[in-house]
């Protein structure tokens, strides 16, 4: 990486050159599917990210020491579960938060009610198909509020989660700056192909193929994941 592009991308001038292919971990397509999920959806542990990229999970975890031992993604210890996310990107708040929402399949819950503010238990039911276990953990982690209305009730989207949103939009430009930097690190040879108000399309070279990847430009962006 040149010094050009290393100012470009916020990389300090000391940074290391690109690895050779064969070095370099996300030259894997594999490795590269998991990382991208995890900067899509950070916070998961070894079996959802199984689920999440079709892969068995002891491979899974076999990718992941890897990219933990680069420094690419880090491992955090947070009550009941242990979670992956990218390496620099997220602080504790964000950790707690986003592990309590991306497990179990929680994010739809949450994309539901960022959608329609107010919507009761039987709604969420039918829209998310979730449980009322799920409401009640959301509620005590942080991310949704719940107000009586009558017999029922409705809920709405934290006052911490709307602050955590705003948090990160506020570091959405680091966040891209770190991400393009560790791509380039990698060899991939990354190029912004498009840039969305939510999304970056990033074009890089696995190999000999060029593949477009598509990188929410925050965590918190529930209501755009696929």
Aim: hydrophobic content about 40%; proline content about 6%.
């Amino acid at each position: 990486m040149g010094p050009a592009l290393r100012r470009a991308m916020g990389a300090p001038p000391g940074a290391h050159e690109p690895p050779r292919a064969r070095d370099s971990l996300l030259m894997n397509r594999t490795r590269l599917r998991i990382f991208q999920a995890l900067c899509n959806s950070p916070c998961l542990t070894v079996r959802e990210l199984s689920r999440a990229v079709g892969v068995r999970a002891p491979a899974v975890l076999w990718h992941l020491r890897k990219m933990t031992s680069r420094g690419l993604v880090a491992r955090s210890r947070i009550p009941g579960r242990a979670a992956y996310h990218p390496a620099g990107v997220l602080d504790e708040e964000d950790l707690r938060l986003l592990s309590v929402i991306n497990s179990d399949g929680r994010a739809g819950v949450v994309r539901a009610v960022l959608e329609r503010p107010g919507m009761t238990q039987r709604e969420l039911t039918a829209e998310a198909r979730c449980s009322g276990h799920t409401l009640r953990r959301l509620v005590s982690g942080g991310a949704l509020d719940a107000v009586r209305d009558g017999r029922q009730r409705r809920y709405y989207p934290s006052a911490l989660l709307k602050q955590r949103r705003e948090a990160f939009e506020r570091r959405s430009r680091r966040f891209r700056q770190l991400l393009l930097t560790r791509l380039a690190e990698e060899g991939l040879g990354p190029e912004l192909a498009a840039r969305e108000s939510w999304q970056l399309e990033v074009r890089v070279r696995v190999g000999s193929r060029t593949e477009v990847l598509r990188f929410l430009r925050s965590p918190y962006y529930f209501e755009r994941r696929e």
